[in-house]
């Protein structure tokens, strides 16, 4: 079946680091593309989507692009900050289902 | 309210008990998903509805476990004769009809079977 592969954490940065979490997957034809985040003791939130290749999702200093030549989507900001730890999920999927990667815990220190 | 509800937030009950486990989902979304987040098995989809029916139920991981929906609205994950393996945080998420395929979550139920 589908499956969603990122980069095993936990990442630690220091504030104001440039930020990488890469994710790629299997599905073929043209799935959706999402980053989900969950900060600590809430629910998953989208932080941002892509639905077709080439298009870039940002939101909130964090872009991903859809490449579809290497079925990647990573994450990356340029500058993150305190407030951004927390757990991102990276996943693949329509309108039936998500497919979810095992998710990557970022933690920022000041 | 304006985001996905679930109750109860917390359940702790003991091997062998049936548990009930419910999805408010947003005013008006026609799709419903349950999905599974433990330790061990990151996220997990579990059973797809849409309206009423459940087109893709293929992630429910025996038949210990059911859900149904009523209404097109709210819906019950049903997981009878719980096994300490069933720990975990129970997600709903909905998502509103035609093009958009974003779905939005829930807080969870944290279930823990002693």
């Known amino acids: 079946g589908d499956s969603v592969t990122q980069m095993e954490g936990p990442v630690t940065l220091s504030e104001e680091a440039f930020l990488t979490i890469n994710c790629t997957y299997t599905?073929?034809?043209?799935?959706?593309l999402f980053w989900y985040v969950q900060y600590p003791g809430e629910g998953l939130q989208l932080l941002l989507k892509?639905?077709?290749?080439?298009d870039k999702g940002s939101n909130k200093g964090f872009e991903a692009t859809y490449r579809k030549e290497t079925t990647s989507f990573h994450l990356e900001k340029g500058s993150v900050q305190v407030s951004d730890s927390a757990v991102y999920f990276c996943?693949?999927?329509?309108?039936?289902?998500?497919?979810f990667g095992k998710g990557t815990k970022l933690t920022v220190n000041p | 309210g304006a985001g996905v509800s679930q109750s109860p937030s917390n359940k702790v009950t003991e091997k062998g008990k049936d548990v009930e486990l419910r999805c408010d989902p947003i005013?008006?979304?026609?799709?419903l998903y349950w999905y599974r987040q433990s330790l061990g098995q990151g996220l997990e989809f579990l059973i797809y509805?849409?309206?009423?029916?459940?087109?893709?139920k293929s992630g429910l991981p025996s038949d210990r476990f059911s859900a149904e929906r009523t209404g097109g609205s709210v819906s019950t994950l049903t997981i009878q004769r719980t096994q300490q393996e069933d720990s975990a945080v129970y997600l709903c998420?909905?998502?509103?009809?035609?093009?958009?395929?974003?779905?939005?979550f829930g807080p969870g139920t944290r279930l823990t079977v002693l």
């Open positions: 599905a073929t034809g043209y799935p959706s």
């Open positions: 998420a909905s998502r509103a009809p035609a093009n958009t395929d974003t779905q939005y």
């Open positions: 509805f849409q309206g009423n029916s459940a087109p893709d």
């Open positions: 996943a693949e999927g329509g309108s039936e289902k998500l497919v």
């Open positions: 892509a639905t077709k290749a080439d």
């Open positions: 005013s008006g979304h026609t799709a």
